[in-house]
């Protein structure tokens, strides 16, 4: 809990300057969730890379870390910190 904080303040205050969510509780919820789905990909991607392609453990931790990283920092910008432009 103490890390999910740590990481949803650092997100909220340096890494994204606007927030879609007016309920700060809410906004906190779906950062959770989003976090709890990398956790689950990153189970899936494990044993998929390692397990079903055969690659070495290392390679598909490397390319798991590469590929949840990619899907945490998106899901957060796009379905909590993005707001459209009036441009």
């Known amino acids: ?3 999910l904080s740590v ?3 650092m997100c909220a ?3 994204f300057t606007q927030s879609r969510m007016q309920n700060k509780y809410v906004e906190f919820t779906v950062f959770g ?3 709890l789905s990398g956790l689950l990909l990153n189970g899936i991607f494990i044993w998929t890379f390692t397990e079903q392609f055969n690659f070495h453990y290392l ?3 490397i390319i ?3 590929l949840v990283l990619a899907w945490n920092f998106i899901a957060k910008k796009y379905v ?3 707001v459209k432009d009036n441009d």
Do not use: D, R
Request: proline fraction near 0%; aromatic fraction near 24%.
């Open 59 to 61: 390679m598909s931790k």
């Open 7 to 9: 990481n949803y303040l």
């Open 64 to 66: 798991t870390t590469l």
């Open 33 to 35: 969730f989003i976090g």
């Open 13 to 15: 205050n340096w890494v």
């Open 1 to 3: 809990v103490v890390g």
């Open 80 to 82: 909590i910190f993005y």
